[in-house]
């Protein structure tokens, strides 16, 4: 069954056409990439997808809650851990942040600090975590790996993957790079231009990478 569905996507700015008729699907429990270079359209379909963006044509639908996590993480530097989650979900209380703990165990060590005074990798993780407050059946992370040390966006990759097998949580992993995005996910679109120039399953999509 299908989490989001989008169909024959047209999104424009102004004259320039910046999603043209792009279809995605992402199933429950799905593991997907949507790749693509600089500028192809991928924040723009996002946006799309969580309706900041309204389409010109075509159609989305989401069953259930999405999440997003932002690229660049967007975490308040001065606010706790704690604090910084608790932004994410709809009522702030300090029991509502266990869950949280419970999946990503490293940020209830990291509660009290600041969250300005971790590293790229540990922000990254609050961010995800924030993301989870608003308990989704999707998630959206935009440029997960960006600017992170390989083995950071290892561990990384490895919670979302068990977030995914044990929680069936789906994933759709927006990357420019490409091959983290397609070892991590069973099924791939890739976007150029704004156009979706290749789908199918990632061992196939990686071969032509
Ligand atoms: P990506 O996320 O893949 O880098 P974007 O969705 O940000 O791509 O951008 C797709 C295209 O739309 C690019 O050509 C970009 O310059 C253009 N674009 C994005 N946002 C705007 C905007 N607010 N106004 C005009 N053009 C935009
Ligand atoms: P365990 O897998 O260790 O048995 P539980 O099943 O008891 O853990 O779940 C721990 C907590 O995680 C629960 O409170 C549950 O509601 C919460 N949880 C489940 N799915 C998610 C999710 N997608 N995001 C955040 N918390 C979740």
């Known amino acids: 069954t299908p989490v989001i569905e989008a169909s024959d996507l ?6 320039a056409t910046a999603l043209d008729h792009v279809s995605l699907r992402v199933d429950a429990g799905e593991l997907v990439a949507l790749v693509g270079p600089n500028g192809a359209g991928k ?8 309706g900041i963006l309204r389409p010109a044509e075509g159609s989305v639908s989401v069953h259930g809650r999405l999440a997003h ?3 660049g993480r967007q975490l308040f530097g001065d606010l706790t851990v704690e604090d910084n989650l608790r932004l994410g979900g709809r009522r702030y209380r300090e ?9 990503l165990p490293r940020l209830a060590d990291l509660r009290h600090r600041r969250a300005g005074t971790l590293s ?3 922000q990254q993780m609050v961010a995800v975590g924030r993301a989870l ?6 998630l959206a992370v935009d ?39 397609l070892d ?26």
């Open 95 to 103: 029991r509502d942040t266990a869950p949280v703990h419970a999946v």
């Open 10 to 15: 047209v999104v424009r700015y102004g004259p």
């Open 69 to 71: 996590v932002p690229e």
């Open 184 to 209: 991590l996910c069973s099924r791939a679109y890739v976007l150029e231009a704004g156009r979706i120039v290749a789908t199918g399953p990632s061992g196939e999509l990686a071969a032509d990478a």
């Open 143 to 181: 440029e997960l790996s960006l600017g992170l040390a390989p083995l950071v966006v290892a561990d990384l990759v490895e919670h979302l993957r068990e977030l995914n097998a044990r929680r069936g949580l789906a994933v759709l992993l927006i990357e420019q790079n490409a091959r983290l995005a």
């Open 120 to 122: 790229g990798g540990e």
């Open 43 to 50: 924040s723009t379909l996002v946006n799309t997808l969580s």
């Open 133 to 138: 407050m608003s308990r989704p059946d999707v």
